[in-house]
């Protein structure tokens, strides 16, 4: 009787837990969820039964919100980030991973030290850069200043994949006739390509909800739909249930992302610790 008790006690308390965890992680998203199709009397009131309404979801895609031209420009960063940032951190993953420099392993260090420096410190000399270069307000300046963030961070990531593939499986396909670069991209790559696939998804969701940059680096023509959270800011104060809106249409790549991508970014960083 007793050893009953305390398994059920035991189940209340695993389930007590797991409504806890769900309501910590997935409670915050329900509510915007609901206030994006809240009336604003609603959302003041707080009230959990209200009736459904698209008007938000209408007003967002308008002026002066204008999510649907925005949405754009974060797919446009986003993929133009993840294009160039893969190719080039995967290079230089091989080059730390294969050769050795003067230095030792300072230079990766080096590489990723650059991460501990404040965006905002980073952001002035970018600033400069882009206004003398007449790049400001443009889509290319925010996918440079995303792949001085995200191209360190994919370098070790891949770095680590790299590492743990036998240099004799090159050297083999190099015996048989292949330079160094078809070695690469017939052995060295399909291997990797794991660790490629966990950056790529990394390099997208930080690429995917940068602010800070967009913020300070954009004024019209390349603002992205993050910077639109600002423009709920009116007249008669913060236009939350708008705010809900926006931020339902950020959340949504990011959700279906998660939805595909799982298994493979499971994969990805399972492989990675196998040495």
Known sequence: MQMKTRNRISSLARGLAIALILLVFIGPIMWIVATAFKDPRDVYALRFFFTPALENIRTAFEAPFLVGERTWNSIVVTMGTLLLSLPIATAAAYAFSRFRFPGGS???????????????????????????????????????????????????????????????????AQ????????????????????????????????????????????????????????????????????MAAIGLVIILPMLVLSRYVQKYFVKGLVSGSVR
């Open 106 to 172: 300072i230079w990766p260090i080096g590489v990723l030290a650059t991460q501990f420096i404040p965006p905002v410190i980073v952001i002035i000399p970018l600033f400069i850069a882009f206004r003398q270069g007449g790049l400001l307000d443009t889509r290319i300046a925010l996918i440079i200043a995303n792949m001085s963030f995200v191209v360190p961070y994919a370098i070790w990531m891949i770095k680590g994949f790299i590492d743990s593939i036998p240099v004799d499986m090159e050297e083999a």
């Open 175 to 242: 015996i048989d006739g292949a330079s160094r670069l078809r070695a690469i991209w017939d052995v060295v790559v399909p291997m990797a390509l794991p660790g490629i696939a966990t950056a790529g998804i990394f390099c997208f969701v930080v690429a995917w909800n940068e602010f800070f940059y967009a913020l300070v680096l954009t004024r019209e023509n390349a603002t992205t739909i993050q910077v639109a959270l600002m423009s709920a800011r009116t007249e008669r104060g913060d236009a939350w249930e708008i």
